[in-house]
């Protein structure tokens, strides 16, 4: 079972920023919450990860709450090529690991 | 350059014969896994490895195997291939667990399984 609850597909307008929510309210203290995206069938890709607080890198930002319960990944400038299935990962305890069906972002011209 | 290769990209196969896909890392990473992927089902994890000589089973492990006898190499055998393991199977690997800092999964680039 996946640890992790998202949307199951959003929209976005070219240009505007892309806003996807994850619930991972079983992460424990010392686990990272990662995101990744695939598009079409390629191996996922690492968009960035985090423990408690906010994170930026070139492809995105990160913001965690601070119950570390659920995040935000944010594209700020959505591109038509950030069209992707986007997966958060996170609370699973182990070293198992199930990316479950993630969030399909489709942005729109 | 840092990657993860898989062998075959494509194999078409016939029901119980055996098979071998092939996960090869170049970056001394610790932890690796292998997925398969079916439509609306997401990636479900078959086998991890910790470590040289260290597996485990994922949440669908029936039907495969795997070995880590070199930390580079992750290969996942089909003993007897039915259609059910139609698939698209990705191997990935990391440096070290991937909830840690050090986390990040690199994936090899799938590989397309036919069982008829």
């Known amino acids: 079972d996946a640890k992790t609850t998202q949307p199951t597909s959003m929209d976005c307008a070219e240009g505007r920023a892309a806003n996807l929510p994850c619930n991972h309210s079983t992460i424990s203290g010392n686990e990272y919450v990662y995101w990744y995206r695939q598009i079409h069938s390629q191996g996922p890709q690492y968009i960035i990860h985090g423990l408690k607080n906010n994170e930026t890198n070139e492809m995105a930002s990160l913001i965690i709450t601070e119950d570390r319960k659920s995040s935000t990944l944010i594209l700020p400038h959505a591109t038509l090529r950030d069209t992707a299935v986007y997966y958060c990962i996170g609370g699973f305890g182990n070293e198992k690991l199930t990316f479950g069906t993630g969030t399909r972002l489709t942005i729109i011209p | 350059e840092a990657q993860v290769t898989q062998n075959p990209r494509y194999l078409i196969t016939v029901t119980g014969k055996k098979l071998t896909v092939t996960c090869s890392q170049n970056?001394?990473?610790?932890?690796m896994s292998w997925y398969r992927q079916d439509p609306g089902l997401g990636l479900r994890q078959i086998y991890y490895?910790?470590?040289?000589?260290?597996?485990d089973k994922g949440d669908v492990p029936e039907g495969y195997k795997v070995s880590r006898k070199e930390k580079r190499n992750f290969p996942l055998i089909l003993e007897s291939p039915s259609p059910n393991q139609t698939s698209l199977y990705f191997c990935a690997s990391s440096l070290n667990s991937w909830s840690s800092n050090t986390g990040e999964l690199f994936f090899g680039e799938g590989s397309r399984l036919t069982v008829l």
């Open positions: 490895s910790m470590n040289v000589e260290v597996t």
């Open positions: 970056m001394n990473h610790e932890y």
